[in-house]
């Protein structure tokens, strides 16, 4: 089963998505099933489990889905996330196949 994930603490869930508010709730699914797009927010209410801190353990532990989008309002974080997922396709450490989009969201 393929399903979509949203991550925000703040920001209403987009139709058709399962709205996850922290990193470990993401994961979870990550691990249990076939994600097809993870939209990812890097400010939480956790400010050391955000999601640059997310996107490091995705590659840590090989946990993707396939299309990834940065919605974070946050440009330095966003832009930090970003950077970090594609370092790590330049490195082999995540499949080229996996699309990587920046496309920050309003916050209202």
Do not use: W
Not at 75 to 81: F, I, L, P, T, Y
Not at 83 to 107: C, G, S, V, W, Y
Request: hydrophobic share 40%; with cysteine.
């Amino acid at each position: 089963m393929k399903i979509s994930v949203f991550l925000d603490d703040y920001r209403p869930c987009p139709p058709g998505y399962i709205l996850t508010d922290n990193i470990d709730e993401c994961l979870n699914l990550l691990v249990h099933f076939h994600v097809e797009h993870l939209s990812l927010d890097h400010d939480l209410v956790n400010k050391t489990r955000n999601g640059l801190k997310l996107v490091h353990l995705m590659v840590e532990y090989q946990l993707f889905a396939e299309r990834i989008t940065i919605h974070s309002a946050n440009s330095v974080g966003g832009k930090a996330m970003y950077q970090f997922l594609r370092e790590a396709q330049n490195d082999l450490k995540m499949p080229h196949t996996i699309k990587i989009i920046l496309r920050p969201l309003p916050l209202h």
